[in-house]
């Protein structure tokens, strides 16, 4: 059911920077927090996270006016809690310093990498995924002993408020802060001088939230996305690859960020993809109407968004294929579409579709797939179905993407040990896991000698026979 809640109240840019001032106190006062209370700062998220669950589900299925809770249990609880755990156990191992190589000009000395905390943290966390991407970057500031200020999303209200909550209940306001309000409280959120900020969401946003913080030198993760492809080879089980490319782009109803945004086919099996799609589909959603595994629009405007997509790809002449054409329409729940004979003229190849609405593209050979991809702007991930293993290294060889899944969608973004982010305009920076502990960490080089100093042999003045032995021994 629709969100009852009014809009959370706007804070002033005041009330930002006294947050902010209030976290960098608090840094100063404990600029290296030690292992165990990085820890129990972990596992007290986790358990507040497993005990809230149910609250936090039935948020997001407010805020979206029905999101399936079996999709927010695996897309975001699941992740978000095993990133937390994982961030427990490997946590010491990753703040151990990282020994390195001295040259022998230079001896006797040792060098290292120490790995400090960077201060305040600013993250902005998208609608599309509430929870995931609100937690699995705070995971990475929090084990990387920072301060963290985030601020939600203003199309999602009662999420923001669950998750508010929940953290003013595990930290105190000078660890971790929850700011709410509309677009201009998010503008305000980036010009903070943070020590580093992480975006996700439009591309559009993403370069006016690096122009803020570039005013204060902040370094950005940007976490953006895309068109994301998928190529399905000409070798490829079409049942299978169907079944799964169903899966990442419904889940959600699409609105995802390595969600498939088109998917290339070799022209002569175009009609029997298209089949096996729309037979995957209707098997994982027998009915749209009232099925509450489907998750529905975030709101009108998006809602409206997609459907002036499908009509400006029919009037410019593709094939609009509605897989429930007989179901009438509920709530917000847009059912999935297939469309044929698209072209670069038509809206829905230019922007980044996020929903349930499938562009297939014909191509003749596997290096007219990847000339079309190569002439767009690189995408946060990409798909490549079949089996042959020559053929999956050619694509890997000859493609750009912030991720790649092969012979399957999606899947890659919950694997804690893997890097995620963008390349280009999908996005700079990585984070999850071990990534995202250096990301929000200073790797700091460490030089240390003792009192035998032979460097002194090569002090001025000049001109020495040991210097020039020097000279002829290392530079040659």
């Not at 509450?292 to 998006?302: G, M």
């Not at 230019?350 to 003749?364: A, C, K, M, R």
């Amino acid at each position: 059911m629709p969100s009852t809640l009014s809009a959370p109240p706007v804070h002033s840019d005041l009330d930002l920077q006294a947050t902010f001032a209030l976290q960098r106190q608090a840094f100063a006062a404990n600029p290296s927090p030690p292992a165990a209370q990085r820890r129990q700062w972990l596992k007290s998220l986790r358990e507040a996270l497993l005990a809230d669950q149910q609250r936090l589900i039935e948020a997001i299925d407010a805020d979206f006016a029905g999101r399936s809770a079996d999709e927010t249990l695996l897309a975001e609880l699941l992740p978000t809690v095993q990133g937390l755990r994982d961030a427990e156990r490997q946590l010491q191992r990753w703040m151990q310093p990282s020994r390195r190589k001295v040259g022998l000009a230079f001896q006797p000395a040792s060098a290292r990498v120490e790995y400090q905390p960077l201060g305040v943290i600013g993250i902005i966390v998208p609608w599309n995924y509430p929870l995931f991407l609100a937690i699995g970057p705070l995971t990475g500031a929090l084990a990387a002993g920072n301060r963290v200020m985030l601020k939600l999303s203003e199309s999602t209200p009662a999420s923001g408020l669950a998750l508010q909550t929940l953290l003013a209940r595990v930290f105190p306001e000078d660890l971790v802060s929850v700011v709410l309000g509309e677009v201009e409280v998010g503008q305000a959120f980036a010009r903070l001088p943070f020590d580093h900020l992480l975006f996700t969401g439009a591309t559009s946003i993403g370069r006016r939230v690096m122009l803020a913080a570039a005013h204060n030198l902040t370094p950005v993760t940007l976490e953006l996305g895309g068109k994301s492809p998928v190529i399905v080879s000409s070798d490829a089980a079409l049942a299978g690859a169907a079944e799964r490319i169903a899966f990442g782009k419904l889940l959600n109803a699409g609105q995802t960020c390595v969600a498939p945004d088109y998917v290339l086919v070799p022209r002569d099996r175009v009609g029997a993809f298209a089949d096996a799609y729309r037979q995957a589909v209707r098997r994982l959603y027998p009915s749209i109407a009232g099925n509450r595994d489907y998750s529905a629009i975030i709101n009108p405007q998006q809602l409206q968004r997609l459907v002036h997509l499908l009509a400006d790809a029919s009037d410019k002449g593709a094939q609009v294929l509605d897989l429930y054409p007989h179901e009438s329409r509920e709530g917000r729940r847009l059912p999935p579409h297939l469309l044929l004979d698209v072209s670069d003229d038509m809206q829905i190849m230019q922007d980044e579709i996020f929903g349930p609405l499938l562009p297939l593209v014909p191509y003749d050979k596997l290096d007219d797939a990847l000339a079309y991809i190569n002439q767009r702007p690189r995408p946060l991930a990409l798909y490549y179905f079949g089996q042959d293993r020559a053929q999956q290294r050619l694509v890997l060889q000859h493609s750009h993407s912030g991720g790649v899944c092969i012979n399957d969608t999606l899947l890659h973004v919950a694997q804690d040990d893997l890097p995620f982010g963008g390349v280009g305009p999908s996005g700079m920076g990585r984070y999850h896991g071990h990534d995202g502990f250096l990301t929000f960490s200073n790797a700091r080089a460490v030089l240390s000698k003792q009192r035998l100093n032979l460097a002194r042999l090569i002090y001025p003045p000049y001109g020495k026979a040991l210097q020039r032995l020097v000279y002829k021994l290392f530079i040659r």
